[in-house]
């Protein structure tokens, strides 16, 4: 897991295909109708910590906040605006065979995630193995792809640090780059740090 780390793109005009609340200040971002940025993360989280009594998600865009659930003491970072005698608890997103799919804030990210990927000329897939066992992603991955308006699927990148993952990437997507070198290694190409 990669935290977004950047100062090109402030964390107010970040989509993460929900609402979420920031961890030092708690003021409320609502999703940018005209964002410089979409993350959709279908899978695992460090940044995420979530109130499991009104559903609010806290987002880090500078890293990791999972520690703040493992501390004993309750406090601004690690409670929510609605209770502060309740901890926030890790907003992890599971293989599929134990997904919750009622979760709103998922949801959200799904329908977010599949409407721009059918439209995307373009699809940067870091880090994530594809097992065969998450088939709720496969589902998706592969829905999106067939659903793609007329003549325009979109180019499929995958980058990894090593070839684990490739069969899994070729049997659905036969025509994809799969690159090794990481996701440093992909930006450098691009011309961003």
Same mark, same amino acid.
């Given at each position: 897991?990669?935290?977004?780390?950047?100062?090109?793109?402030?964390?107010?005009?970040?989509?993460?295909?929900?609402?979420?609340?920031?961890?030092?200040?708690?003021? +409320?971002?609502?999703?940018?109708?005209?964002?410089? @940025?979409?993350?959709?993360? =279908?899978?695992?989280? *460090?940044? #995420? $910590?979530?109130?499991?009594?009104?559903?609010?998600?806290?987002?880090?865009?500078?890293?990791?906040?999972?520690?703040?659930?493992?501390?004993?003491?309750?406090?601004?970072?690690?409670?929510?605006?609605?209770?502060?005698?309740?901890?926030?608890?890790?907003?992890?997103?599971?293989?599929?065979?134990?997904?919750?799919?009622?979760?709103?804030?998922?949801?959200?990210?799904?329908?977010?995630?599949?409407?721009?990927?059918?439209?995307? +000329?373009?699809?940067?897939?870091?880090?994530?193995? @594809?097992?065969?066992?998450? =088939?709720?992603?496969? *589902?998706? #991955? $592969?829905?999106?792809?067939?659903?793609?308006?007329?003549?325009?699927?979109?180019?499929?990148?995958?980058?990894?640090?090593?070839?684990?993952?490739?069969?899994?990437?070729?049997?659905?997507?036969?025509?994809?780059?799969?690159?090794?070198?990481?996701?440093?290694?992909?930006?450098?190409?691009?011309?961003?740090?």
């Amino acid at each position: 897991e990669h935290a977004l780390r950047t100062t090109a793109v402030p964390p107010e005009a970040i989509d993460m295909g929900f609402d979420w609340r920031d961890p030092d200040s708690g003021i +409320e971002h609502t999703r940018p109708q005209q964002p410089a @940025l979409r993350i959709y993360k =279908l899978h695992g989280s *460090s940044d #995420l $910590l979530r109130c499991r009594c009104c559903g609010y998600v806290y987002f880090n865009s500078n890293g990791s906040i999972a520690h703040q659930v493992m501390r004993k003491d309750l406090d601004h970072g690690n409670t929510c605006h609605c209770r502060d005698d309740l901890r926030l608890e890790l907003q992890i997103v599971s293989p599929s065979l134990v997904r919750d799919i009622r979760d709103a804030n998922l949801l959200s990210i799904w329908r977010s995630a599949l409407e721009w990927m059918r439209n995307a +000329e373009e699809w940067v897939i870091a880090g994530y193995s @594809l097992p065969p066992e998450d =088939l709720a992603i496969r *589902s998706l #991955l $592969l829905h999106a792809h067939a659903t793609a308006p007329k003549g325009n699927k979109p180019r499929i990148s995958v980058v990894q640090v090593d070839d684990k993952a490739r069969p899994n990437y070729r049997v659905l997507f036969p025509d994809c780059t799969y690159r090794t070198d990481g996701l440093e290694g992909f930006l450098s190409d691009k011309g961003e740090s």
